[in-house]
Nanobody, 128 residues
């Protein structure tokens, strides 16, 4: 089982970017996908999370109203649409999940410790 993150890049402040996380090898589907980010010298933080059971979404306060997480079940892909990007959004973005169900409402406020399936990071740089 694996997650493949992609779509990072350089964007100007106020711009938009969409990063993707494709899941593969999950025989019974994945339980949910959480997005995390880690800026240089900072601790990893939760950004957004989507539950596959009912599609509910959860966000960190720092990105509410600017970021949106969605999924395309036909493609086994979860997207993180990022709008009105700020320099402080610059970070490596990671998607993660677990072989067991997990509560997005808790995970989105965590560093992701305990989730055991991670994609590689995709770098988002917000700069003029």
């Amino acid at each position: 089982v694996q997650l493949q993150a992609s779509g990072g890049g350089l964007v100007q402040p106020g711009g938009s970017l969409r990063v993707s996380c494709q899941a593969s090898g999950f025989r019974h589907g994945y339980k949910g996908i959480a997005w995390f980010r880690q800026a240089p010298g900072k601790e990893r933080e939760g950004v957004a999370c989507i539950e596959t059971s009912d599609g509910k979404t959860f966000y960190a306060d720092s990105v509410k109203g600017r970021f949106a997480v969605s999924r395309d079940d036909a493609k086994d892909t979860v997207y993180l649409q990022m709008n009105n990007l700020k320099p402080e959004d610059t970070a490596a973005y990671y998607c993660a999940t677990d072989k067991y169900p997990f509560p997005c409402v808790v995970v989105v406020k965590s560093t992701g410790i305990g989730l055991d399936i991670w994609g590689q990071g995709t770098l988002v740089t917000v700069s003029s």
